[in-house]
Each structure stands twice: as C-alpha cells, then as structure tokens.
C-alpha cells in the first residue's frame, strides 16, 4: 500500500499561518471595541507586518548574496588549485 506524503513542511507551515491569521481576524470583529477602533488596530499591525516582511527580505537578500560570494570564492580557489596540480603533474 502506497503512502500519501504529499503535504510537505511548506504546505502545513502555510495552513498553520492562514489559521492563525483568520482566527486573529474572527477575534478582532468579534472584540468589544468600536469599529473604528479595531479599523485603527488592523491598519497599525498591518503596516507592522509590512515592515516584518521588508525587513525580513532584506535579510534574506543579505544571506543570499553572503552564499553567492562565498561560492564564488570556493569556485574560484578550486580552479587554482586544479591549475596548480595540472602544472605540477606536467612539469
């Protein structure tokens, strides 16, 4: 009998956040405060959660170009280090 492993680690982070961001939202409407109030409240984390999520791409950038020139550096010393070994092995 075959297994279903087709929901991945992805797939169960991005329900567990869809769940908790909709039952922040069914609280918010159902709390006692005015509607303004609550408009007032879901704007500010709102723009919090912007500011999260720009800061968050800017680290990945950041991690990301750190990976790039450190691949670079490492393809880089592997040539000389096959150059030198060619031209030791033909000398």
Known sequence: MARDEGAGAGSILLAFILG???GAAVALLYAPA???ETREYLGEKA???K???AE???KGRDVLNQGRETLATAIE???EAYQQARAR???
Do not use: L, W
């Open 47 to 49: 723009r919090e959660g």
């Open 77 to 79: 010393r592997g040539r």
């Open 34 to 36: 005015s509607g303004k």
């Open 56 to 58: 968050a791409a800017a």
């Open 51 to 53: 500011a999260r999520a």
């Open 20 to 22: 908790a961001v909709s």
């Open 89 to 91: 092995d033909n000398a």
